[in-house]
């Protein structure tokens, strides 16, 4: 037995480790979110993942035995004895079973996000003050742990302080300037009702949150979608809505995160293109819907549907302060005919709330 078949099954090891890992991130995801699925940890768990998982494992050894066994160099005195040996083409379809396992393993959750949408008209109440907190800690991805399943906990959000309001002139202006240039949009992304996720009075956060939320803001924006939503708009407004399942207070808690989930990534996406004429990013919490008649989830879907709301910028030098872009989203709001046509059918409980994220800390 000489050193190659030591070396070969190193060399498969590394390759069945790397390759996994570039799967995963080619799945907007990370290779040790496998862990979790394999202990039956993840947050969206299946009998489905978990036996492809273990499935990964046991090609993932047949890999690497394969690899040792192919190369063992066996010696032999008598030249009229043929040597066999195992076959090096198995070790390699074993890692090409595993790689495609993985992919079908990451592949996004398509509760998470949908293809289609319900418009009409409906009406909602003025927007509450910018100061107003989301009771209980919120981040970006996620909170404190509340279970061995869920990531790392973020810190709390850092809201901008509150500016004072324009004078009455000024305000006028806004609404003049405003009305032709903003225009609100709904995308085909559409929460799971279950998501983020809460323990307790947290939001932690997921791998299929993160997933989604990149496949939604892809940072190679191959067909130019994310610029076209973003670059060169005075501001961009991101809505957050729970739908009608559930306690009112943990919904309120979750559309609140869900806007600023998404106002995250986009400053994420901003942070990664410095060629983009950054707007400003501003969140809509818009709360949890009214009872309705439907009967599952599925048919709740609108009801938590991402909009994007957006003003053009009048030139391309011009600028306007957080407080600004803040007053004339609430002002877009406050308008009858625009709420109608921004909200549709939907209803919510509460007031809305309009505001701008603050950073990471």
Request: aromatic share 8%; proline share 7%; hydrophobic share 45%.
């Amino acid at each position: 037995m000489g050193g190659g078949s030591y070396i070969a099954a190193l060399l498969a090891f590394i390759i069945l480790i790397g390759g996994g890992a570039i799967v995963a991130g080619l799945r907007g995801t990370e290779f040790g979110a496998l862990s979790d699925i394999l202990f039956g940890q993840a947050a969206e768990s299946s009998v489905v993942k978990l036996a492809l998982a273990w499935g990964w494992v046991i090609l993932g050894l047949a890999a690497v035995a394969g690899a040792f066994v192919s190369f063992i160099s066996e010696e032999n005195d008598d030249p009229r004895v043929q040597r066999r040996r195992f076959p090096v083409a198995l070790p390699l379809l074993a890692l090409v079973g595993s790689f495609g396992l993985l992919w079908v393993i990451f592949a996004p959750s398509r509760t998470l996000i949908a293809s289609v949408a319900e418009e009409s008209v409906a009406e909602k109440a003025p927007a509450r003050d910018l100061e107003e907190e989301l009771a209980g800690a919120e981040t970006e991805t996620g909170l404190a742990e509340a279970a061995p399943a869920e990531s790392a906990p973020l810190q709390p959000t850092v809201l901008e302080p509150a500016a004072a309001l324009p004078p009455p002139e000024e305000k006028a202006r806004i609404i003049e300037a405003a009305k032709p240039l903003t225009v609100s949009e709904e995308t085909g992304f559409y929460w799971t009702y279950e998501y983020p996720l809460i323990r307790g009075n947290k939001v932690v956060s997921s791998p299929e949150v993160d997933r989604a939320l990149a496949e939604f803001m892809p940072l190679d924006d191959k067909d130019g979608a994310v610029a076209r939503m973003l670059c060169g708009k005075a501001w961009v407004a991101f809505s957050g809505s729970a739908s009608e399942e559930g306690p009112r207070d943990r919904n309120e808690m979750r559309a609140r995160a869900r806007a600023e989930l998404v106002a995250a990534r986009a400053r994420f996406w901003l942070d990664r293109h410095p060629e983009c004429a950054r707007p400003i990013i501003v969140a809509l919490d818009l709360g949890q819907h009214s009872q309705t008649s439907a009967g599952d989830p599925g048919a709740t879907a609108y009801q938590r549907q991402l909009i994007v709301i957006g003003r053009d910028r009048q030139s391309n030098d011009e600028s306007l302060p957080p407080a600004a872009a803040v007053e004339e989203m609430r002002i877009f709001y406050g308008n009858a005919a625009m709420r109608a046509k921004l909200l549709g059918t939907r209803h919510y409980l509460g007031e809305a709330a309009v505001f701008v994220p603050g950073p990471r800390t």
